[in-house]
Each structure stands twice: as C-alpha cells, then as structure tokens.
C-alpha cells in the first residue's frame, strides 16, 4: 500500500493570511485529488490532477501535482471562515485502482 | 438526485451485539465502498465493490461482511461489535473517468460507538 503524507496536520490562521498544504508520497501516482471536509459531512471533490507539473486553479485555491507525481501542494490565497475544514488528499496508483487517502490537514480559518 | 444515503446517523452498540449499516446511491455508480475514519488515520477502506455480486476486501476488513445484491444498495454488517470498531462510516459510490480516474461521492456518514 502505498502511502500519503500531509502537512501539516493542524492549521489555524487569520482571515486574510495565505496557506499551502502539502502532500508527499515516496511513489508515483497516476492521479492525485482534493477533497474537503466539513463537520459533520462527507468529503467533497474539489479537483483531479493528472499530468506531472499540472496546476490547476479553482478561484482562491490553487493545486499543483509535482513533476514526478509523488507530491502535489494545494495553496489558498486569502483565506476566508468558509474555508475552513478539513482537507484530504487522495492517490490513484494505475487506472481502475482503489484510492489510498492521507490522514487529513485540519484548517481553521478564524475571523 | 439524493445521491448517497446513509442510516442510521448515529448508533450506540453494546460489545458483541451485531448490526447493519445501510448505504443506497441513485447515481447509477458501478463502484461503491465502505471507510471508516479515525482522528489522525485519514479514511481507511473497509471493503469495496465494482458491480452487483462482486465485493472485495480493503485495507480494514477485518470483523466486517458487506454483500451487493444491487447496485444501490452497499449494506456494511458488523457482526460482533468491540469497542475498536468505534468510528465514523462513510460509504462512497463512485465511476472511472477519464484516463481511469476515479471520481468518489461520499455519503454523510454514521457515527458509532461501541461501548
């Protein structure tokens, strides 16, 4: 199984303020997804890299899959309250394959 | 569209009762699974399934059953609860996409605890 570490775990910052989450893996994917999670709810889709070197935008967030496919990072520019939850990232390893999700990185965005 | 139900929401079991939790989809999704989530672990697969009769083991599967006798329906059955197994349930369906990519919609998910 191979595995997806995040980082941080824990996030608490000031509306306004800028962040990056990050998520590293010693092998390679084939794809790499977002999710967010709020309390109390399931996780929700936000984006799907697949191509090495590929970002992608999604208003304030910002999503990168590393050239080698081990790694992607997501950044959020101007953090709003709404942004907070928690995020997961979450590997494809060939087409057709089970995901293998990291353990989570928990932002709190505070007013 | 609902998309992906669960019930019960929440349930306090007793070591070694059994139970069923219920999961439907009306997406008309192929795939469907079963997590569980535990602070600090992420989202850990139970079992899974790629079609109606066809179930297979995840990552966790131990002290659980599923079956798929539709392609709905995904029931996840604990067959002796133990206070190990106290945890948030998701069920998720889901279908390939493009270049085999996987796209998953998640349900709200059960809370349990076994006491």
């Known amino acids: 199984t191979q595995l997806l570490e995040q980082s941080p775990q824990f996030l608490s910052i000031q509306e306004g303020e800028n962040l990056t989450v990050y998520c590293n893996s010693s092998?390679?994917?084939?794809?790499l997804q977002w999710y967010r999670q709020e309390p109390g709810e399931g996780p929700v889709l936000l984006v799907t890299?697949?191509?090495?070197?590929e970002v992608k935008k999604l208003k304030r967030l910002t999503f990168q899959f590393g050239d080698a496919r081990k790694d992607s990072s997501l950044h959020i520019t101007a953090a709003q309250p709404g942004d907070t939850g928690l995020y997961l990232c979450?590997?494809?390893?060939?087409?057709?394959?089970?995901?293998?999700f990291g353990e989570g990185t928990q932002l709190t965005v505070n007013p | 569209n609902a998309g992906v139900t669960q019930t019960p929401k929440f349930q306090v079991l007793k070591t070694g009762q059994s139970m069923t939790l219920q999961c439907a989809q009306d997406?008309?999704?192929?795939?469907m699974s079963w997590y569980r989530q535990d602070p600090g672990m992420g989202l850990r697969l139970i079992h899974y399934?790629?079609?109606?009769?066809?179930?297979d083991q995840g990552e966790v599967p131990n002290g659980y059953n599923v079956s798929r006798s539709t392609t709905e329906d995904f029931p996840l059955r604990l067959l002796s609860a133990a206070p190990s197994q106290t945890s948030v349930y998701f069920c998720?369906?889901?279908?390939?996409?493009?270049?085999?990519?996987?796209?998953?919609?998640f349900g709200p998910g059960t809370r349990l605890l076994v006491l």
């Open positions: 979450a590997g494809g390893e060939t087409s057709g394959s089970r995901l293998t």
């Open positions: 399934s790629v079609g109606a009769g066809i179930t």
């Open positions: 998720a369906s889901s279908y390939l996409g493009l270049a085999g990519v996987e796209t998953q919609y």
């Open positions: 092998s390679v994917f084939s794809s």
């Open positions: 997406m008309n999704h192929e795939y």
């Open positions: 890299v697949v191509t090495g070197g």
